[in-house]
């Protein structure tokens, strides 16, 4: 593969927009295995969904206890979703997402909660999430992009009860095949169930998805910039 030439476990996958990135000995570590997934290939992942559609727009898993940023310039009303992936008690992923509907007669938003458990021992925690960090956030974003318009309505919240994780680890794999579904307006993804060949299958397939981005720094192409710099700062000395 061309993306991975010259690569070796210290090199970095970069988004495109600079915002995320991701060591290989991370990505093969966590996803080439059958281990619980880290905030890192999380908040990637989710990234690279989001910048890919275009309409959606994402909360890292830190947001919850580290803060939001500031809200996007471009106006609310041009996004379809917010996410806030949950890494609930450092020892489960469940997610958060938004549905943002300002071309409806009535403004609104619209809650969907995920934890691939399928239970209730995070409910508390995931709604809490949503009241005290995506709701301000949201706010905040409505209130600086679009001041003079009405504010939207909450609808009521959607729990999804499905898939169940079939195993012990795979809660992140499943919360990002959950998102991607949700982002393209289906919920094919909740009507089924999932076994631990699939898990091994959408664990290769976020693999790929990251190692497909535009953006790869290895020793080779770092050498490369280096020895670059080095003659621009020659060619400034000389001159």
């Known amino acids: 593969m061309e993306q991975l030439e010259g690569a070796c476990l210290n090199s970095t996958f970069r988004l495109s927009s600079g915002e995320g990135t991701v060591k290989v000995d991370t990505l093969v570590g966590m996803l080439a295995r059958d281990r619980m997934l880290s905030d890192v290939i999380i908040n990637f992942s989710v990234r690279c969904i989001c910048e890919a559609l275009g309409d959606c727009y994402t909360l890292d898993s830190f947001s919850p206890t580290m803060g939001c940023p500031k809200p996007p310039q471009t106006r609310i009303s041009t996004f379809h979703y917010l ?96 998102i991607y579904s949700l982002l393209k307006d289906s919920l094919q993804f909740s009507q089924g169930c999932v076994t631990k060949e699939d898990i091994s299958v959408m664990r290769l397939r976020i693999m790929w998805m990251i190692v497909m981005q535009p953006e790869v720094s290895t020793v080779a192409n770092q050498v490369a910039k280096e020895i670059e710099t080095d003659i621009e700062l020659l060619s400034t000395i000389k001159s």
Not at 99 to 128: H, N, Q, W
Request: hydrophobic fraction near 35%.
């Open 83 to 178: 996410v806030l992936p949950l890494h609930l008690s450092n020892i489960h992923w469940g997610v958060v997402v938004v549905a943002i509907a300002y071309k409806r007669d009535v403004p609104c938003f619209t809650p969907y909660y995920y934890e691939p458990m399928c239970g209730s021992s995070y409910s508390d925690a995931m709604e809490l999430a949503y009241t005290s960090t995506v709701l301000p956030f949201l706010k905040m974003w409505h209130d600086q992009t679009m001041p003079h318009e009405d504010y939207p309505v909450e609808s009521s919240k959607i729990w999804i009860k499905s898939p169940k994780q079939p195993d012990g680890t795979s809660c992140g794999v499943l919360t990002i095949a959950q």
